[in-house]
């Protein structure tokens, strides 16, 4: 089954529903999906190269001591392969079709009722005229027979087929009517990609050219520095020889910028390394200026003084190159310390949170915090998140939607415990998942999905009175 629609078969959430495809009326997650047979387990096991399996596969491809990936054969030592359990009631929150769409049914309603709506109360179950042969809908087929098989036909019998099982090519006809639905669904799949695609494609073309803007500027700077040192080479015979020399090491590391600079137009993985070294040449060549001059060198300190006017203009080109876009995670880890403090701050106060850094993941700006909250005799912990005014934001979804995953990760056993936040169910204050203006929006944190701090006691989460926490946005 192709992960891009948003049919499903789930596995492990109910026994009315296992093994039985579903139309979820939004995308699933793809951190939810096995990526080897494309079900939706509750259990979910995520390798070290970012792929997920259900439970059946896991164990089809694992030994006792690693795991080789069945798609692109990565091996995953067992102690660090995470593996999670979503819960049911959030899956099954979610809304999906009946069953019976194809007829005519247009109820959404949540998965968990689906099985109780086909089962009382649906209208549009079908069956096959004993007489044609025509797909009619049960409720109306004695109306039909009675008008002669002239009304309430859904599909007219093929011309030519003798009837045979009637069931068989009930189904198939239902099964012939959903193809084609999956297929007008995915023809608008890729039409919006082929969009964003295009936008993504742009967005690079702006990025090369500004890179290749750069390239030219500063090889006009270092033409212009050659130049002048040329013409000031010809009014001192007595220094020529020197400053021939001098003249080949700055041609070797205009080469060296130069090679640098095509660097810079590989991509953007490496545009940070390549601008501090970039600056390293430039400040190499001040220190041998300084060597190879004295004060009373008349036309080497004038072409010192020269050339420190010219990097000033050479440091600003490199600066503009600081603003490409930042890179694109989907996952942050951290040490959350103090543990204790925070908890006994909780009891007294009543709440208390600790907060990461500014972080972009998939390219948002936002703070995420864990908030321990007095509730009762005991502290819970809460997922938190504020979204921050970002660079990438025009080429962003707005409001933010994404599924947060927040997993506390066991320093021994690597075992993992996880708080959800699923925007989309969020309804206290929506604002605070629209796009920043100016600043920062108003924190926000999760409450529909907790973890009492007992329980991360009494499994060993808190040794050395720290947290390792893990944030994934899906």
């Not at 993504?200 to 090369?208: A, F, G, T």
């Not at 660097?263 to 400040?283: A, C, F, P, W, Y």
């Not at 004038?302 to 080109?317: G, I, N, V």
Request: glycine share 4%; charged share 25%; net charge negative.
């Amino acid at each position: 089954m192709a992960h891009g629609s948003r049919e499903f078969v789930l596995f492990g959430y109910s026994e009315h529903l296992d093994r039985r495809a579903l139309l979820f009326v939004d995308p699933i997650p793809p951190a939810l999906i096995c990526n080897a047979c494309g079900i939706v387990p509750r259990l979910t096991f995520s390798l070290l190269c970012g792929h997920v399996l259900c439970e059946p596969c896991y164990h089809s491809s694992a030994t006792t001591s690693e795991c080789v990936c069945p798609l692109d054969g990565e091996v995953s030592g067992t102690e660090d392969v995470i593996s999670r359990n979503y819960p049911s009631e959030i899956l099954l929150r979610r809304k999906v079709h009946c069953w019976n769409e194809v007829n005519g049914c247009s109820v959404v309603l949540p998965a968990s009722q689906v099985t109780e709506h086909v089962r009382n109360d649906c209208q549009y179950h079908v069956t096959r005229c004993p007489k044609c042969s025509a797909v009619v809908l049960s409720r109306d087929v004695c109306t039909h027979l009675k008008s002669q098989c002239a009304e309430l036909v859904l599909h007219a019998a093929p011309e030519g087929r003798v009837r045979a099982d009637s069931n068989d090519r009930t189904h198939l006809l239902v099964f012939e009517e959903k193809l084609e639905q999956r297929v007008r669904g995915l023809d608008a799949k890729l039409a919006q990609l082929s969009l964003e695609t295009t936008s993504q494609s742009d967005r690079l073309v702006e990025l090369c050219h500004n890179d290749s803007n750069l390239k030219e500027a500063l090889a006009e700077q270092f033409r212009i520095v050659s130049g002048q040192t040329l013409d000031r080479l010809a009014k001192n015979e007595a220094e020529i020889k020197a400053l021939v020399t001098y003249q080949q090491r700055l041609e070797q590391r205009v080469v060296e910028l130069d090679a640098k600079l095509g660097q810079l137009s590989t991509g953007s993985s490496t545009h940070g390394d390549t601008l501090v070294e970039v600056s390293r040449k430039i400040d190499h060549l001040e220190e041998e200026l300084t060597k190879f001059g004295t004060s009373s060198d008349r036309n080497v300190a004038d072409l010192k003084a020269f050339y420190l006017e010219q990097r000033e203009s050479f440091m600003t080109a490199l600066t503009s190159l600081s603003t490409s876009p930042p890179s694109n995670p989907k996952v942050r880890q951290r040490v959350l310390t103090e543990y204790s403090a925070l908890k006994r701050k909780a009891l007294e106060d009543g709440s208390s949170v600790s907060w990461s850094e500014k972080v972009y993941l998939l390219r948002y700006l936002l703070s995420w915090g864990i908030e321990f909250r007095k509730e009762g005799d005991s502290v819970w912990l809460y997922l938190c998140i504020q979204l921050h005014e970002g660079k990438e934001d025009d080429f962003l979804e707005w409001p933010f939607k994404k599924d947060l995953w927040h997993t506390f990760i066991h320093p021994d056993t690597r075992h993992t415990r996880a708080l959800f936040g699923v925007p989309g169910s969020y309804v206290e204050d929506w604002k605070s998942f629209e796009r920043p203006i100016g600043g920062s929006n108003k924190a926000v944190r999760f409450c529909k999905d907790s973890l009492d701090s007992r329980v991360i006691e009494m499994d060993g989460f808190n040794e050395n009175d720290q947290l390792l926490v893990r944030l994934e946005v899906c």
